[in-house]
């Protein structure tokens, strides 16, 4: 199984601040890789794939970067909307998700 | 716009088979280029892929939950359906299925979109 390890689990921050979350995974899984963002009683939302390829329609303050084991979700100023719980999930083999984080309001 | 709609018993017993649908609008289950995925989260916890399926029946299943799930289609209905076996109070997660694309390497990436969720709590 790959394991997919997320840093911090929670992150208190501004608004307005920069934010970067990390996702590790147990073994390297190329740039198979997704983020999303969820919000309480939601559904997730994808937000990035393929480490770091914006999907239609997400705000570009959102980034993503890292290839291998490493990976990366920037935020570059961030704002009221962006409070939530964000995952990572690889796509490398079968498909599996981060612990997330909670970026919550400093 | 595509939508996903889980339904099922917000209820079952221990031991009993826990089974969902979700009915797939505004556009066709029988896509060529996309699986239909079950994904499921605790309360208060992170996520877990369960299961994927192709409109033809191809399976994927997570392989620690393979030995209870089936997954089932009916591209006539367009839904798709979820069984699990012998559940217990870990089975107890808000339960998603979810659009599964096929964009990358010719196998199923990331889920989108997703269901609103519905509850399922494992209890007597």
């Known amino acids: 199984d790959i394991q997919m390890t997320q840093s911090p689990s929670t992150l208190s921050a501004a608004v307005g601040d920069r934010v970067t979350i990390t996702c590790r995974a147990s073994q390297s899984i190329s740039r198979w890789l997704a983020w999303y963002q969820q919000k309480p009683g939601k559904a997730p939302n994808i937000l990035i794939y393929?480490?770091?390829t914006l999907e239609s329609g997400v705000p570009s303050r959102f980034s993503g970067s890292g290839s291998g084991t490493e990976f990366t979700l920037t935020i570059s100023s961030l704002q009221p909307d962006d409070f939530a719980t964000y995952y990572c999930?690889?796509?490398?083999?079968?498909?599996?998700f981060g612990q997330g984080t909670k970026v919550e309001i400093k | 716009q595509l939508q996903l709609q889980e339904s099922g018993p917000g209820l079952v017993k221990p031991s009993e088979t826990l089974s969902l649908t979700c009915i797939v609008s505004?556009?066709?289950?029988?896509?060529?280029?996309?699986?239909w995925g079950w994904i499921r989260q605790p309360p208060g916890k992170g996520l877990e892929w369960i299961g994927s399926?192709?409109?033809?029946?191809?399976?994927y299943y997570n392989p620690s939950l393979k030995s209870r799930v089936t997954t089932s289609v009916d591209t006539s209905k367009n839904q798709f359906s979820l069984k699990l076996t012998s559940v217990t109070a870990a089975d107890t997660a808000v339960y998603y299925c979810?659009?599964?694309?096929?964009?990358?390497?010719?196998?199923?990436?990331?889920?989108?979109?997703w269901g609103q969720g519905t509850l399922v709590t494992v209890s007597t």
């Open positions: 393929k480490a770091s």
């Open positions: 999930q690889q796509y490398d083999t079968y498909w599996t």
């Open positions: 505004g556009g066709s289950i029988s896509s060529s280029s996309y699986y």
């Open positions: 399926i192709y409109y033809s029946g191809s399976t």
């Open positions: 979810g659009r599964h694309a096929i964009a990358e390497a010719n196998r199923p990436n990331w889920f989108d979109p």
